[in-house]
């Protein structure tokens, strides 16, 4: 498949997963910011101080997730909900509002996934799993937006109220604007 596109002309291929955007040398990592337009659900007042996990574990693809949440509760207490798709969009918000903290194990990806900006815009905590190469890509990493770890084991002594959050918004619109899409396109 990526034979055949690469036939293609002015080829500009947004990609999200790090490894695949330094093998392709995309001009910008495509990310899946929200736009300053996105309605949510209104953020919680009244968040539960727990860490929440909700979304998806079954199945082989998910096993390095699985194994994420087990090493991690062994430090917090994680009210865990595996949705199975059952939800719907805005209970899923509700959910993820209702949380001050939300743990977000990698999947099938090396990329920061649409749930860790969800979490942002809904004032809450991403408690993120990275890769060194996300590190490197992703400068929200860098920034104290979220509590990031690569091995679970570096959360075994990390006090969750003592985190300080940055609280300036990301959008998609600035991030196209100061990487200069119109230009690439």
Do not use: W
């Amino acid at each position: 498949m990526q034979a055949k596109l690469l036939e293609i002309k002015h080829l500009v291929q947004l990609i999200q997963d790090v490894n695949d955007f330094e093998i392709f040398e995309s001009p910008f990592l495509n990310k899946q910011l929200l736009s300053k337009n996105t309605v949510l659900v209104e953020p919680s007042e009244n968040k539960s101080d727990k860490v929440l996990f909700i979304g998806q574990c079954r199945g082989d693809q998910y096993l390095k997730r699985r194994q994420t949440i087990q090493e991690v509760s062994k430090y917090f207490e994680i009210e865990l909900i595996i949705t199975d798709r059952v939800f719907t969009y805005s209970e899923f918000l509700k959910k993820l509002a209702s949380f001050k903290y939300v743990l977000n194990p990698l999947g099938i990806g090396d990329f920061l996934n649409l749930r860790y900006f969800e979490i942002l815009k809904l004032n809450s905590i991403p408690i993120q799993q990275s890769t060194q190469k996300m590190l490197e890509h992703y400068e929200e990493l860098n920034k104290n937006y979220s509590i990031n770890f690569i091995a679970p084991e570096e959360l075994k002594e990390l006090k969750l109220d003592n985190f300080k959050q940055n609280k300036d918004s990301l959008y998609l619109e600035d991030y196209l604007l100061n990487n200069g899409i119109k230009d690439i396109l």
